[in-house]
């Protein structure tokens, strides 16, 4: 069994204070990742208007999120205009790179992209993802070759785009299996859904707390052991409050017998001819305000296993 793991970097902060624990985390594990990296303004602040949704308050509180992202982050777009992430603090996302992680592109404007892609026509969507992929070239030298959605939110444009784009994998959906996306005139770049809830899903329901959320973590992979897991983190949390509780999910895996991989190693591992092609439609999970990008397979076969949804405040 493998478990790929992704890093969901959402803010200034987050790459300025939790890339680095992470990586340090990692390096002392000998534990691969994948790093996605937000590369535009950090508009953090905005999110705040999803409190008007069902069930978002309640995330909030279960969270602490104005401990984890600090006031001045949930300030930002605001009360205070939103630094520009890729100028800001580029030097720990490069020196993700230069330590051997995998990185992609995660959004260029994580808030703006989250609560409007999934209504937005063609124009807006490449618009939006043209910024993202060329903030990343500026920063790297190179253009994105794997990416995944902020908050899980994409439209059909997304999926032609990324496939034009030539990348080697997407990450934008969660639920079930790998699989390749039906698009209108073909077949899309592969999807390497999230598997596992997050773990700001996780706590405050069903008895798990901060301090106990790591080894659900660990039970739920003992008693679904799939040959693919996939676990996205993110930034601000795993690699601030829930630093602790993450690296004894991580300790606990290995001691499962579990191969912690990048996203790119497992899905250098599948046989991409082979994957079944799926729609990719909207559906809920448990602790997620709202909907997301998930899977539908026509066949009978497979079907998706809804286990969590979740993203940045």
Not at 122 to 147: K, L, N, Q, Y
Not at 211 to 216: K, L, W
Not at 290 to 309: D, E, M
Request: hydrophobic share 40%; charged share 20%; glycine share 10%.
């Amino acid at each position: 069994m493998r478990i790929a793991l992704k890093v969901d970097v959402d803010t200034l902060r987050g790459t300025r204070e939790g890339v680095p624990a992470l990586m340090t985390l990692f390096q002392r594990l000998h534990v691969p990742a994948t790093f996605l990296f937000s590369v535009g303004p950090d508009h953090t602040g905005r999110a705040l208007r999803r409190l008007l949704r069902p069930g978002f308050l309640a995330k909030v509180l279960r969270t602490s999120v104005p401990s984890t992202y600090g006031l001045k982050t949930l300030a930002y777009g605001t009360l205070l205009p939103g630094p520009d992430i890729g100028r800001k603090a580029s030097e720990p996302m490069r020196a993700a790179q230069a330590a051997g992680f995998e990185v992609g592109l995660h959004a260029w404007d994580h808030v703006r992209w989250q609560d409007a892609v999934a209504r937005k026509n063609a124009t807006w969507t490449e618009r939006d993802w043209r910024r993202g992929t060329e903030a990343f070239e500026s920063i790297f030298g190179a253009a994105p070759t794997c990416c995944g959605a902020a908050g899980w939110q994409i439209n059909d444009h997304v999926l032609t785009l990324e496939t034009q784009a030539n990348m080697r994998w997407a990450s934008d959906t969660r639920g079930g299996p790998p699989f390749r996306p039906r698009l209108v005139d073909g077949i899309g770049c592969p999807q390497i859904p999230t598997t596992l809830p997050t773990m700001d899903e996780l706590i405050g329901c069903d008895g798990v707390t901060t301090d106990n959320v790591g080894a659900r973590l660990i039970d739920m992979v003992q008693h679904d052991p799939r040959p693919l897991h996939v676990f996205t983190l993110h930034a601000e949390l795993e690699g601030g409050p829930l630093l602790g509780q993450f690296e004894q999910a991580l300790r606990g895996w290995q001691a499962l017998g579990t191969e912690l991989v990048t996203v790119g190693e497992a899905v250098a591992m599948l046989d991409i001819a082979t994957l079944p092609i799926a729609d990719v439609v909207s559906g809920r999970m448990p602790g997620r305000a709202g909907t997301l990008a998930t899977s539908r397979f026509r066949s009978p076969t497979h079907t998706v296993q809804q286990v969590g949804g979740g993203a940045s405040p």
